[in-house]
């Protein structure tokens, strides 16, 4: 009994466990953990890549066939899948570094020492997302102009126009207003819960074992080891939010050029 009410005073890790104290200052502004990791991020990315290429020959190192590998991926599997042969080729870098960029922040989370995802911070996958809106909606902008794109997004082809009051604010509201907002959402929602639950693990396991006693000497190192199991897990699904984020970028663009709706 003595156990259950001790277990009962745990305080369970939430949001501000990640609204984390500044790191340093530049200027009198404070620069948090995830202001920092981001620009750790581009650096990590750009290094990477620069040093894959910058020695090329036909017959690829490791690291030249490691890069080259990446690029292919996203060329490939994404943007010439998605975008179609046709005009893929000229948002294959926007793509392969916004894939790379977001898939190295969320893999901090899981590499000790920095352990935090960027984009578990909202304000973070929203600024993402409105980077991605703009792209998408100026390309296509620039090749229907600004009432083509509005008619092409918001105008359903085939349909009768007694049904166009009903439809053309469904239709701007889904495909101009609603996109970012879900985009960011996903990314975000996905980072903070991941994190949390490893916070929870963690830090109820620790609990258990210094205030717990008896059985928290079991239940503790079990927390941690299912910790461990769900960090696995995590990496996987950091892997499928870069994916994915992606992926509707690449779908965005797609729709973005078509000539129908």
Not at 18 to 32: Q, R
Not at 59 to 73: I, K, N, T
Request: charged share 10%; with cysteine; glycine share 8%.
């Amino acid at each position: 009994m003595s156990s259950v009410i001790r277990a009962e005073e745990f305080n369970a890790p939430g949001p501000a466990n990640f609204d984390l104290p500044g790191f340093f200052s530049i200027g009198g502004h404070e620069i948090t953990k995830a202001m920092f990791l981001l620009v750790l991020a581009a650096i990590v990315v750009f290094g990477f890549f620069f040093l894959a290429i910058r020695r090329g020959s036909l017959v690829p190192g490791r690291l030249q066939y490691a890069g080259e590998s990446a690029y292919g991926m996203v060329r490939n599997s994404i943007a010439r899948d998605v975008i179609g042969s046709h005009d893929f080729l000229r948002f294959v870098p926007y793509l392969v570094t916004l894939f790379f960029f977001i898939l190295v922040n969320n893999l901090f989370a899981t590499i000790p020492f920095l352990q935090f995802p960027a984009f578990s911070r909202a304000s973070m996958a929203y600024a993402l997302a409105a980077v991605s809106w703009v792209v998408y909606n100026a390309v296509g902008v620039k090749k229907h102009g600004l009432l083509g794109y509005l008619k092409l997004q918001c105008v359903p082809s085939g349909v009768t126009p007694l049904m166009y009051p009903l439809l053309i604010p469904l239709e701007f509201f889904s495909n101009i207003l609603v996109r970012p907002v879900t985009l960011a959402l996903r990314l975000f929602c996905n980072m903070f819960a991941g994190h949390l639950l490893l916070l929870l693990f963690a830090t109820g396991g620790l609990y258990l074992i210094q205030h717990v006693g008896g059985v928290g000497y079991v239940a503790g190192p079990l927390a941690w080891v299912l910790a461990i199991l769900i960090s696995f897990l995590e990496i996987l699904v950091q892997f499928l939010q870069a994916y994915v984020f992606t992926l509707l970028n690449a779908m965005y663009l797609q729709g973005a050029l078509a000539d129908e709706h």
